[in-house]
């Protein structure tokens, strides 16, 4: 599976391609070298507000209460 800059892949597929955990918001696969984001609007009601703004990509990362710390998926 090759993928391309700004096309949209259903997770599951993603998955099954690569690995990874299939729940959280950033997945790391142990076998490759890459890491994948995951964003939507339904994150909004758990408190997460990924957005563009000003040419930038605002990701909230893993955690849903206090600051995040640069463990698990965010420090990958």
Do not use: C
């Amino acid at each position: 599976m090759g993928l391309m800059k700004g096309e949209i892949y259903k997770r599951s597929l993603i998955h099954e391609e690569y690995g990874g955990n299939r729940q959280s918001g950033i997945s790391y696969p142990a076998k490759h070298d890459m890491v994948f984001i995951f964003t939507g609007f339904s994150g909004e009601e758990y408190g997460y507000n990924d957005r563009w703004e000003k040419g930038y990509f605002l990701y909230y990362g893993e955690g849903q209460e206090g600051d995040m710390e640069f463990v698990k998926g965010n420090k990958a």
